[in-house]
């Protein structure tokens, strides 16, 4: 349910900050792909990205149908400069099936972050039309503004 998802953040936002403690839920919960996000979350949120690169390893090993590992892992191979990487693992989360198309969003990210405005334009403009296929309007409507930003960027 979206409330679990929103307490599911909230906890993830919380717990970036300590690392220590991250690193002790996934040595007491070794089976819980989420304490794995957790930790692989709080190496990229402090920038420490060849740990994370490690963690992300270890964690699609244990859990390679965790669609949420490889978005993570897509995000660390960004910021590590491994970009067809990046792209890869975020296809392959796309695969696995992610709630509200987080390997589209990865990638307009992405695009936006290149330069790249008229391929992130168009995938804002492909989420914009998912949501509102799905019935997340307000949410289509957020994708189809950051479309919006993204093609205002494009130069003539």
């Given amino acids: 349910s979206m409330r679990y998802e929103v307490m599911k953040y909230e906890r993830i936002r919380n717990l970036r900050i300590d690392r220590g403690l991250t690193q002790k839920r996934v040595a007491e919960y070794p ?5 794995m996000c957790l930790l692989l979350s709080a190496y ?4 420490d990205y060849p740990k994370a690169y490690d963690c992300f390893l270890k964690a699609k090993e244990r859990f390679p149908d965790n669609w949420q590992v ?3 892992g897509g995000d660390t191979c960004k ?5 067809e990487e990046a792209l890869s693992y975020w296809d392959k989360a796309g695969e696995l099936g992610t709630y509200f198309h987080d390997e589209l969003y990865s ?5 936006l ?3 790249e405005y008229p391929k992130a334009c168009e995938y804002y403009t492909e989420i914009a039309s998912l949501l509102k296929s799905e019935g997340y309007d307000m949410e ?3 994708a189809e503004r950051n479309a919006l930003e993204a093609k205002a960027k494009i130069q003539p």
């Fill in 107 to 111: 990638k307009a990210w992405y695009y």
């Fill in 113 to 115: 972050s290149k330069g």
């Fill in 44 to 47: 990229n949120d402090k920038e």
């Fill in 140 to 142: 289509a409507e957020m």
């Fill in 79 to 83: 910021a590590l400069g491994r970009d």
């Fill in 31 to 35: 089976e819980n792909p989420h304490e």
């Fill in 70 to 72: 490889y978005i993570y």
